[in-house]
Each structure stands twice: as C-alpha cells, then as structure tokens.
C-alpha cells in the first residue's frame, strides 16, 4: 500500500511563501510522477503542477506559472512545492498525488492521493 502525506500547509499573508512537502511511504514504489492540486469549498480540484520521476519535466497551471516551483528529493521519497508571492486566491486545501505513465496535469491520470493539507492567505 501506498501512502502520501502532505505537510507544510498554513496560514500566510498576501505577499508570503511556503513550502509544501508531500511524503511518499509504503511498498517499494518508484518511477512515479508527482503532482499538486489544489480545491476551494464549493469547487471542482484543479492542477497546480506535476514533475516527472527525473525532475526534467514540469508543468504549471497558468495561474501558478512564475510564482510556485514543484521539486522532488527521489532519496528522501517526498516532493516539494515552493510557493511564492502568495495570493488570497491560492487558498485552498492543497493534495499531491502519485502515478506511473506520462507526467499529467489531469485528476484521473493519478492513482494515489494524500489527505491534503490546507493554505489560508490573508488579505
């Protein structure tokens, strides 16, 4: 079995960082992608940023691009999601994710999900 465990989530003014970081624990499991989505109460998950197992491919959801940076530590099992210039918009409960295959930025392409963890930025 495989878990994934989000950490780092908070509360931020508008402006400020944080750094999320997702652990990946359970049976050996390597070669998987990564990804970060994020959902406001009332509102559908959507994609924030996903790298594949090398850390050479990326991609952003364009509300996000210039501001979080996704990274991953294949050692330490856990992926990372820097994020800067933080924005009232940006709050939500945020979840990573974990899938063989192709990187992707779609919810039905990834197969193991933690439990979130929630961001809050303040005005």
């Known amino acids: 079995q495989v878990h994934l465990v989000e950490s780092g989530g908070g509360l931020v003014q508008a402006g400020g960082s944080l750094k999320l970081s997702c652990a990946v624990s359970?049976?050996?499991?390597?070669?998987?992608?990564m990804g970060w989505f994020r959902q406001c109460p009332g509102k559908e998950r959507e994609f924030v940023a996903s790298?594949?197992?090398?850390?050479?491919?990326?991609f952003y959801a364009d509300s996000v691009k210039g501001r979080f940076t996704i990274s991953r530590d294949n050692i330490k099992n856990t992926g990372y999601l820097q994020m800067n210039s933080l924005k009232p918009e940006d709050t939500a409960v945020y979840y990573c994710?974990?899938?063989?295959?192709?990187?992707?930025?779609?919810?039905?392409?990834?197969?193991?999900w933690g439990q979130g963890t929630q961001v809050t930025v303040s005005s």
């Open positions: 994710a974990a899938a063989y295959g192709r990187v992707g930025i779609l919810r039905n392409e990834y197969a193991y």
């Open positions: 359970g049976r050996t499991f390597s070669g998987y992608n």
């Open positions: 790298i594949n197992w090398g850390g050479g491919i990326t």
